[in-house]
C-alpha cells in the first residue's frame, strides 16, 4: 500500500441497507477526514479524527458514524442509507490538525443509493 | 461559517495565462489551500497561503490579501493537462477545511 486507499470504487447500495465505506492509509498520519462530493457544492467535510480513538463531527454528520480504533483506518458508516447520500466520498489524511498540514485524499468512492 | 466564491467555468488558450479568482468570509482564518481535481480523481494539492503576498511554485503562483478575503491562483504558460478543477479552501481554527465549490478550467489547443 502506498498513500491512502478505499474501497469499494464503486458500490449501488439500496435504500435502508447499512454499508461502510473502507479508507486505509499508510503514511502514519495523525488527522483523517471523509468529505462527500456532489456537483456544484464542493466537498463537505463529513467527520473526522485528530488521532487514534477520538472522532469529530464536520460539516454534514447526520446519517453518517466513523471510528478509529487504530492510527491507520478511518471507516465510514451509513446505518441506513438513503438517495440523498448518492455522491463520491473521499477519505483524506494530513499529518496533524492545523498550521501548514496538506490533507492527501484517497481516490474516492462513488455511492449510488437506490 | 465560511462563504467561499470562485468563478464556475474558465477557458483559456494553450499557452497562456489565467488567473483564479477566490473570495472568502471567515470567523477564524488559518490558512487558505489551492487543490487541482482532474475529472474522476481525486484532489491534489497545489499551494498553502498563510501570510499575505505570493507564493511561487514553477508555473502556478497563488496570492493571499487577508484583509481582503481573496486569494488568487495563476496559471502559467497554460498546457492541455492544466484542465481540471481547481479548489479553493480556506482553514479555520485547527481543522475544519472549507472548500469552494471549484473553477473548472478548459485549456484550448
Known sequence: ?114 | GQNIDQPTEMTATEGAIVQINCTYQTSGFNGLFWYQQHAGEAPTFLSYNVLDGLEEKGRFSSFLSRSKGYSYLLLKELQMKDSASYLCAVREGDYKLSFGAGTTVTVRA
Open chain 1, 1 to 114: 500500500i502506498a498513500g491512502i486507499t478505499q474501497a469499494p470504487t464503486s458500490q449501488i447500495l439500496a435504500a435502508g441497507r447499512r454499508m461502510t465505506l473502507r479508507c486505509t492509509q499508510d503514511m502514519r498520519h495523525n488527522a483523517m477526514y471523509w468529505y462527500r462530493q456532489d456537483l456544484g457544492l464542493g466537498l463537505r467535510l463529513i467527520h473526522y479524527s485528530n488521532t487514534a480513538g477520538t472522532t469529530g463531527k464536520g460539516e454534514v454528520p447526520d446519517g453518517y458514524s466513523v471510528s478509529r480504533a487504530n492510527t491507520d483506518d478511518f471507516p465510514l458508516t451509513l446505518a441506513s442509507a438513503v438517495p440523498s447520500q448518492t455522491s463520491v466520498y473521499f477519505c483524506a489524511s494530513s499529518p496533524g490538525l492545523a498550521g501548514y498540514n496538506e490533507q492527501f485524499f484517497g481516490p474516492g468512492t462513488r455511492l449510488t443509493v437506490l
